[in-house]
């Protein structure tokens, strides 16, 4: 925690800003690349998506005002920039789960850093098919190691919700696995 | 930092034996580079255009304004010199002659009314005087026709009368 305050404070120093920014990097950028690629399914998307997401983390970091941690927020941005990018790319307005679910996939197949064995896409079609609120709500707590807490604030919605739903959303790809074996 | 490189580490391993997503090698730190470099070129502060910093500026604004006031100071001095001709004849005097032959040049320096005059006076003195004596002239030449040939005629009519018929 004094490590983010220290870090905090020098983003915030003109001064020390770059190096610190230098730093910030390094802690996050691999946990906020995959957070990112989660949810933009390719890599090349993914990087897109990250650098965007760091310019606007060193060009909003002046203003951030630690009412949560640098983590969360961060994280949130990341998040945003991803939902914006989806947003932008989907070919029409209003796509059915079923449409949204072939997107799922039809992404993963034509990416050229996906090499998934049979198990690995077995994962990835069940995921397709939740909603797309369950799908982070899982990623974040499951691939992400984020807290409830951290889920809570970056989704908006309450713990207690989150928690309830990610165990069902457990219980549901347990048996899906099982049932497919 | 060994900790988070050790966390690190490990998320990506779980996305890659997990999810069988994959990166290119040493794709973090290209894109660290990448990132580094879009945010600093971006955030390179505004350097001043030289001629704006005030060593070189204020210089600059005080001699336009000393031309300026040069500039001003010697038009009125000028001025004042062509104000202390008291005696006016020594002035220039217009020549009407000069721009007798170009009617359009004139009319742009001679006020409209002085124009006027010149044609009242000109139309009276000149035009109706001519018409006149074209007249008389014309009827001298019947009364003289009357006793010469029609032959002889013609020799009486010249190029300024059959002007001064058609005006």
């Not at chain 1, 989907?90 to 034509?110: F, I």
């Not at chain 2, 879009?38 to 604004?61: C, G, M, S």
């Not at chain 2, 000109?122 to 018409?131: D, V």
Request: hydrophobic share 35%; no cysteine; glycine share 2%.
């Amino acid at each position: 925690m004094t490590q983010e305050v220290d870090l905090i404070k020098k983003l915030k120093n003109p001064k020390l800003k770059n190096e610190a920014f230098k730093d910030l990097l390094d802690m996050y950028q691999e946990r906020l690349y995959w957070h990112i690629r989660k949810i933009v399914i390719t890599h090349d998307n993914a990087n897109d998506v990250l650098q965007e997401t760091f310019i606007r983390i060193y060009k909003g970091i002046t203003n951030f005002q630690e009412k949560s941690s640098l983590h969360t927020w961060m994280y949130r941005i990341a998040y945003n920039e991803s939902l914006r990018f989806v947003e932008k790319n989907k070919k029409n307005s209003s796509v059915s789960l079923e449409e949204n679910n072939n997107a799922y996939l039809n992404n993963l197949r034509e990416d050229t850093y996906f090499n998934g064995n049979e198990l690995q896409l077995k994962l990835h079609t069940i995921i397709s098919k939740l909603s797309e609120k369950q799908q982070r709500v899982f990623q974040m707590k499951y691939f992400d190691d984020l807290s409830f807490r951290e889920i809570s604030e970056i989704l908006n919605i309450s713990e207690n919700t989150l928690k309830s739903s990610y165990y069902s959303i457990v219980k549901t790809i347990e048996e899906k696995i099982l049932v497919s074996d | 930092m060994k900790t988070t490189n050790q966390q690190n580490e490990n998320i990506t391993n779980r996305h890659k034996d997990e999810l069988g997503m994959d990166i290119p090698e040493n794709f973090f730190s290209k894109s660290k580079e990448d990132i580094l470099n879009k945010v600093i070129t971006n955030e390179t502060p505004k350097q001043k255009v030289f001629w704006l910093k005030p060593l070189i500026a204020y210089p600059i604004a005080a001699s336009i304004v000393l031309a300026i006031a040069l500039t001003f100071w010697t038009q009125t001095n000028n001025e004042n010199s062509t104000n202390d001709i008291t005696n006016i004849e020594e002035a220039p005097q217009f020549n009407p002659d000069l721009l007798e032959g170009d009617f359009l040049v004139t009319s742009l320096i001679i006020p409209e009314g002085q124009i006027e005059d010149y044609l009242d006076h000109y139309i009276a003195n000149n035009i109706i005087l001519e018409a006149e004596l074209s007249e008389q002239q014309l009827e001298n030449i019947f009364i003289n026709s009357l006793f010469v040939e029609d032959s002889l005629l013609n020799n009486y009519i010249n190029e300024s009368l059959i002007e001064n018929l058609i005006i």
